[in-house]
């Protein structure tokens, strides 16, 4: 029964609101009128914005603006980072696309970092999936197996980039997703194998859907698929990917590509220009089709951009120079303790030494002073010491005593 005298959602008498209008099966006054107005309009702003507003892009940094933010953490590598930051600008372009035509169709470019250990392939990666503001997921393709064996299935790849979105799908479409060690699925050998390669040429196979675009089942939790489990559906159109390995040995490939032994007339000419103390810089697509890489996959990553190997003095930039410096995270740690540290420059120079000696790269660098720094970090929390100078000799002295010293000898 309807209450004329009384608003259907609020409650209140009609003596007790200004406007109260008669319905056929309620009565609505104007303050709820106002509040069901307030909330529609919230409802439209916020779809707006999911719909229209891709995350970190609203600013659409330019690509000499991305390479300079990647500059401030990340010490050379310019050509890679050129690469990378036009590779993105594009991406997130087409993202953005307002008015999409029949006549052309914006594809996803994805992209290939080669280099060796250390030469901050994942640290450009996060790099840019920060400055962008996007979900971004660090995956290894070496737990990945074939559909039906004990190990992670493709679709694993996506578990972690939905659970770094707290599980909101539409963010997730528009992050990135960045494949480590992709080198170590390449297939085995020349010739694809009669029967099934567990974790080579097979995860390839299964990777084509996400690196071209589909929509995948993902399961939530991750693990093994159950036929009773709920899956969530994703996108992979908009979703880039980056693949980065070390791709151990094909600095022979490209070698034997260029015919660096080449004998005859004219072959000095041919070789002399070819830099044989970094045969990365030469890196091509059928290189890496030869590593063991299959063509689909090779076609899927058009964008392809080697990291040089670092030399000294980019060792020695990189341990006091980016924001994330390895020595400015050290003051940050003693200072947490009222302790004021500082480097000898001469110390900087003995840890560049052993990293290179260990042949590591940067992530060399942490190791050494990690093992320089145990004791110091270890006794000093607990004594009355304000002030630390790490001096080559102290640095010497700790290092050589170490068990990492040890284990090299």
Known sequence: MIHKDKCSFCGRPGNRVRILINGSSGNICDDCIRDAFDMVKMSEEHSKKSLNTQPGVQAMLKPVEIKQHLDEYVIGQNEAKKVLAVAVYNHYKRINQQVKTDEVEIEKSNIMLVGETGTGKTLLAKTIAKLLDVPFAIVDATVLTEAGYVGEDIESLLVRLLQNADYDVARAEK?????????????????????????????????????????????????????????????????????????????????????????????????????????????????????????????????????????????????????????????????????????????????????????????????????IMVDAMFEIPSSDVKELTITKEFAQQHFEKSLLAQKQQ
């Open 175 to 371: 992050g990135i997703v960045f494949i480590d060690e992709i080198d170590k699925i390449a297939r085995k050998g020349d010739n694809p194998s009669i029967t099934r390669d567990v974790s080579g040429e097979g995860v390839q196979q299964g990777l084509l859907k996400l690196l071209e675009g589909s929509v995948v089942n993902v399961p939530p939790q991750g693990g093994r698929k159950h036929p009773d489990q709920k899956m969530i559906a994703v996108d992979t159109k908009n979703i880039l990917f980056i693949c980065g390995g070390a791709f151990e040995g094909i600095d022979k490939i490209i070698a034997r590509r260029l015919n660096t032994k080449v004998v005859g007339f004219g072959a000095k000419e041919k070789t002399k220009e070819i830099d044989k103390n970094n045969f990365l810089q030469y890196v091509a697509p059928q290189d890496l089709r030869t590593f063991g890489l299959i063509p689909e996959i090779i076609g899927r990553i058009p964008v392809l951009a080697h990291l040089n190997p670092l030399d000294r003095d980019a060792l020695r930039r990189i341990l006091v120079e980016p924001k994330n410096a390895l020595s400015k995270q050290y003051y940050e740690l003693f200072k947490m303790d009222n302790v004021e540290l500082s480097f000898a420059d001469e110390t900087f120079d003995y840890i560049v030494d052993k990293a290179i000696e260990f042949k590591l790269g940067a992530r060399g660098l942490r190791s050494i002073c990690e093992a």
